[in-house]
Structures are given as structure tokens and as C-alpha cells.
């Protein structure tokens, strides 16, 4: 499919326009708390989506298969926020060896709300990246393995492997910090 150019005159939008317009009203929230659910931090996580929104619409000519826009967009959102975990993690390394003055508390506070969900979110921060991402696919958006896989670009064993691990980890941290974040109450 390819995109077409809007006319001079008429001013009209491109399929371009019109496709990712439905894919932002259709798929932003989830797209975000996907992004807030790896980064850690609302307003990052709204610049991640509507960058992979923004890039999603410039390649949109490209696409072989417009209906898998959204797994493309969704591939995007989990790299861009890999960038923006590997971008922080240069500035923490940078930030620790100057004198550190008081930090503020996260942008994401209000957004996250209870303290439960804050432990949760807590506790999945401390399982590796994949792990993380797999289990935040899975149980968040409610994705297949295939899904997963596809948007990861990893295969559906790994998949497995990395939803079964991360799970195994998971429950003790959980555990520990009460028994109300084990059940979904």
C-alpha cells in the first residue's frame, strides 16, 4: 500500500494521516501504561509513543502490511523505551560521580496512585529487561506468545522461557512485601 499525497489544493490527509490518527485514538493509553510499565515514568513514556507514533507515520509508505501497524507500533514503543532505559542509565552513571544534589520525587507518582500498584511496579523494575518486557506484554496488554514474540522479535520459546523465569522471580519479591499484592483484590 502506498501513501497518498494529499493535493494542493483540496489540502486533503493522506491514508498516512488517517491510519495512525485511528491507531493514536485506538491504542495511545494502552501504548503509554505500556511504555510508564518499563520506564518508570509517565511523561517519558507519553514522549516514547508519540515518537513510535511519529515514526510509524513517516514509514508508513513502507509498510508491506498496513494491518500490522500496530505490532510495528508496539515493537517501537518497547525500543524506544529500551533507548530511554539505556539513556538514563548513562546519566545516573554520569550524575552519581558529580555531587548529587536532592532528588525530587518521580514524575510518575500521581499517575501511579496507591502505594500497592507502587509496589508492584517496584518489584517488576527489578527483573531483567526482557523478563520485564515479556511480563508486561503478557499480563498488561494481554498479548499471545506469538504476539509477544513478534513484537519482541525474539521466538515463542523464548517467549516461555522469559514469561516462566520472570514469574519465578517475581513471586518471592511479591511475597515479601505482603500478602495483598499477591492476589488481584
Known amino acids: 500500500m502506498t ?7 483540496s489540502g486533503g490527509p493522506t491514508d498516512a494521516d488517517a491510519a495512525v490518527e485511528a491507531l493514536y485514538l485506538a491504542h495511545w493509553d494502552r501504548l503509554v501504561r505500556l ?3 518499563l520506564v ?10 508519540q515518537d513510535a507514533l511519529v515514526a510509524v507515520h513517516q514509514r508508513w509508505d513502507r509498510l508491506t502490511d498496513p494491518e500490522k501497524a500496530l505490532a510495528y507500533l508496539r515493537q517501537a514503543v518497547v525500543n524506544r523505551s529500551r533507548s530511554a532505559l539505556r539513556h ?11 555531587q548529587a544534589p536532592e532528588t525530587a ?14 509496589m508492584v511496579l517496584d ?10 518486557e515479556v511480563l ?11 504476539e509477544i514474540a ?5 521466538s515463542r520459546g523464548a517467549v516461555k522461557s522469559h514469561a516462566s523465569r520472570g514469574a519465578a522471580t517475581l513471586r518471592p519479591i511479591l511475597e515479601q512485601l505482603g500478602p495483598d499484592l499477591r492476589t488481584d483484590s
Open 88 to 98: 538514563r542509565g548513562v546519566v545516573t552513571r554520569y550524575l552519581a560521580r558529580q
Open 150 to 154: 513478534e513484537t519482541l522479535g525474539i
Open 35 to 37: 511504555s510508564v510499565l
Open 105 to 118: 520525587p518521580g514524575a510518575d507518582r500521581p499517575v501511579l496512585g496507591d502505594s500497592r500498584r507502587r
Open 40 to 49: 518508570h515514568d509517565q511523561g517519558m513514556a507519553e514522549e516514547i509513543v
Open 136 to 146: 508486561a506484554l503478557r499480563y498488561y496488554l494481554d498479548l499471545s506468545e506469538a
Open 123 to 132: 518489584a517488576l523494575q527489578q527483573l531483567p529487561r526482557r523478563q520485564r
Open 3 to 9: 501513501e497518498t499525497r494529499p493535493d494542493a489544493q
